[in-house]
């Protein structure tokens, strides 16, 4: 079988699954494990993000999409020659991946058209029930039953906790730094089995921007910077200037020092497998420990 996963999510899936092999080509953020780097590119981001500020990026983005123009290209020739048998993508955001139209019209000029196996999860329970529709999709149920079945064990272990002194902090999540944004979809749901409160969104609702004054009002007891596609550093290197802003300084967080800079693109952007280990991130940051992947700013 010859698969091609266009997002980073569906590309962990699949390697955790034993289909390294049959991955035939990938997005340019797929990025782990490493053996997704040696794979065939066939998506390209319109927006150098490396080279942009958050808040360049994010009018980008909205540029890109008030004239109705897709934020990635999809490298149709390379598509047909390596003629996948199912690509995998999603129809969750228009900003993490191609658009889901531009994918089915361009499975459908292929010789046969490829299976389109479309994931938008919303909670941390349809991550996991994605995992077993890919296994079912490429005859891996098994392998995918098994690693659910692992995954579900280590997110019981973190809900089974109890929260510290029986309360729960009361946690805010950014997505995004300039402009703000909470952090939506599973992230809320993950902040609630840690043993926290999220006061800026709801669970399983797309991540929405906010105010700086919203979020001060919501008075979070705990900050958890998680920017998407953004490691520690580059989130630290955007986090600096903010900081230092009055306002920052009225929120109990900041105050206090509770403030956590964490690796989004890896634990807690894609949904896939390494969410959980995000789980158990947020559940050492909101238990007033740290871990590897945490770090104070």
């Not at 559940?283 to 770090?295: D, K, L, Q, S, Y």
Request: net charge negative; charged share 25%; with cysteine.
């Amino acid at each position: 079988m010859r698969i091609c996963t266009l997002l980073p999510s569906a590309t962990e899936i699949a390697f955790a699954l034993g289909l390294g092999d049959s991955v035939a080509a990938v997005s340019h953020e797929c990025d782990f494990p490493a053996g997704a780097r040696e794979k065939p590119v066939v998506v390209r981001g319109r927006i150098d993000s490396d080279h942009c500020t958050s808040r360049e990026i994010d009018t980008l983005v909205q540029q890109h999409l008030s004239r109705g123009e897709g934020l990635y290209g999809l490298d149709l020739e390379l598509l047909r020659g390596i003629n996948p048998d199912l690509i995998i993508t999603q129809g969750l955001c228009d900003v993490c991946a191609v658009g889901h139209d531009d994918v089915m019209a361009a499975a459908g000029t292929l010789k046969p058209p490829a299976r389109v196996l479309s994931l938008s999860p919303s909670s941390l329970g349809e991550v996991l029930s994605d995992i077993t529709r890919v296994g079912n999709a490429t005859g891996t149920s098994e392998r995918a039953e098994t690693l659910v079945g692992t995954l579900r064990e280590r997110v019981g272990r973190v809900a089974a906790r109890e929260p510290q002194a029986g309360s729960r902090p009361r946690v805010a999540c950014l997505e995004w730094l300039d402009p703000l944004y909470a952090a939506g979809h599973w992230v809320p749901e993950m902040v609630e089995l840690a043993g926290g409160t999220d006061v800026l969104a709801a669970k399983h609702e797309p991540s929405a921007r906010v105010s700086l004054e919203t979020l001060v009002e919501a008075a979070p007891e705990i900050l958890v910077l998680m920017p998407c596609g953004f490691d520690e550093s580059r989130t630290l290197k955007e986090w600096e200037p903010l900081k230092h802003l009055p306002a920052w300084q009225d929120i109990p967080a900041v105050a206090n020092g509770r403030v956590f800079a964490v690796d989004g693109s890896k634990f807690f952007n894609r949904p896939g497998p390494r969410l959980v280990d995000g789980l158990e991130i947020l559940a050492e940051c909101i238990g007033a420990g740290t871990t590897p992947e945490a770090v104070r700013p």
